[in-house]
């Protein structure tokens, strides 16, 4: 097995411990909210204030790993947040609560960009977005078996112990990852030179590092950050609230979410996997503009027409089969769109994948919070789905002027001087 595929399953394997973390609070999210006496816009609060923070950390640390590799940032990163995770049980009051999920959100600013950054040092141009389709092929796992571990530990032991159990893994990952790890493929013992000329490892060194404001000045990255902004908003609806929209809204069962909630998951995770590849192909055969493009606006299209669908007609199983297929359909465009970071930042891949996810977070945080808002204004847990169709269909339509063939060093020469002096 290549060194490069080895790499790709420790990443994997990080991705999924990621959101099994996130996931876990969901799903325990109406146990946690009766044991607290928290209410449904506290709920939104409490959800919200992971991704606010995650907001707005997560650009000052996607520049960390540019300056320093990822292979130090990560190790912070994983034992932050799994410091807070396990905090998480202990909490015994919603303002407690609050606090918890907003240092987590601190904690956890800077992952996915730093996964990027290792994948763009250790993997060529052509197998990216296959890279970035098993990066999140993982979550979607970790979302899905989320539900699966944390309903049974929670019957037989509270929820409180789910916390404890998920924040031990993050430890054990960080120990192998500080043993196997090396931020240059060149330094890493056992790579042949065969494969580091298939990467096409440039000794150029490895601490890089853009002005956030040659990012944001760049119309190629503010596109991307409108697009995952708008996606972010409909997707955290997936991670946050689900799961007590199918218990409050639906009429599902808490027994039945182990079976039933899983399902938006595991399909987005096929759907992850054929995007990735779909979208390497596509670049071959079309070009990178387009290969970057049709999966996109083809996913998203989708996924906002079946969140509609969902929302507006009536029966708890039309209710998953539609939102299963918006979670599916938007996990397509996935693997393109940090791709397309990598495409446009090249070597500060970090920077600009901070800068998109900063956005979605940002969106994220906004819909968890409007969504309890919503839900207590209108009486309906359907109703406020209605926007989050209409963010995908939005989203969607910015993918028509993403262009990853513009570089973001080579289109700000002023910033390439600079940086070079």
């Known amino acids: 097995m290549k060194y490069r595929h080895r790499l790709l399953f420790l990443l994997f394997s990080l991705s999924m411990i990621t959101f099994l973390d996130r996931v876990c609070i969901s799903v325990a999210g109406p146990q946690i909210q009766h044991d607290l006496n928290i209410s449904a816009e506290q709920w939104g609060w409490i959800l919200g204030a992971f991704s606010l923070a995650y907001a707005a950390f997560e650009i000052p640390t996607g520049m960390m790993g540019d300056r320093v590799g990822p292979r130090r940032v990560l190790t912070r990163i994983v034992l932050w947040w799994s410091a807070f995770t396990a905090l998480t049980g202990a909490a015994v009051s919603y303002p407690i609560m609050l606090v918890t999920r907003f240092c987590f959100g601190i904690g956890e600013a800077g992952a996915f960009p730093n996964i990027s950054a290792s994948i763009s040092r250790w993997f060529p141009a052509v197998e990216r977005a296959r890279a970035q389709g098993w990066i999140w092929t993982a979550t979607r796992v970790g979302s899905a078996l989320s539900p699966v571990l944390v309903v049974p530990i929670q019957i037989y032991f509270g929820w409180r112990v789910t916390f404890w159990i998920f924040g031990g893994m993050g430890v054990v990952w960080t120990v192998v990852w500080l043993w196997w790890y090396r931020d240059d493929p060149s330094a890493k013992r056992g790579v042949t030179q065969s494969e580091l000329d298939e990467i096409g490892v440039q000794k150029t060194g490895t601490r890089h590092q853009v002005d956030w404001r040659t990012a944001f000045r760049s119309p190629e990255v503010r596109t991307i950050m409108l697009m995952y902004f708008c996606y972010c908003y409909a997707a955290y609806f997936f ?64 996924s906002g027409v079946s969140v509609l669908a969902g929302a507006l007609l009536p029966g708890k199983y039309t209710a998953i089969v539609f939102l299963t297929c918006a979670y599916a359909s938007s996990d397509f465009m996935m693997p393109s769109a940090w791709a397309v970071c990598l495409d446009i930042g090249k070597k500060y891949s970090g920077t600009v994948s901070g800068a998109m996810n900063t956005a979605g977070q940002f969106g994220s945080f906004i819909s968890a919070v409007i969504f309890g808002y919503l839900v207590q204004a209108l009486h309906s847990y359907s109703l406020p789905l209605i926007p989050i169709g209409v963010m995908l269909l939005i989203s969607a339509s910015q993918w028509l002027r993403i262009d990853p063939t513009r570089e973001l060093v080579t289109n700000d020469i002023a910033a390439e001087t600079a940086l070079s002096k």
């Open 239 to 302: 991670i946050s609230w689900l799961h007590t929209f199918l218990v409050k809204g639906r009429g599902f069962s808490p027994q039945d979410l182990a079976f039933f909630s899983p399902l938006p998951f595991v399909f987005g995770a096929f759907s992850n996997l054929g995007g990735g590849y779909v979208s390497d192909i596509l670049v071959r055969r079309l070009g990178l503009k387009w290969g970057r493009r049709l999966p996109g606006v083809i996913g998203l299209t989708l």
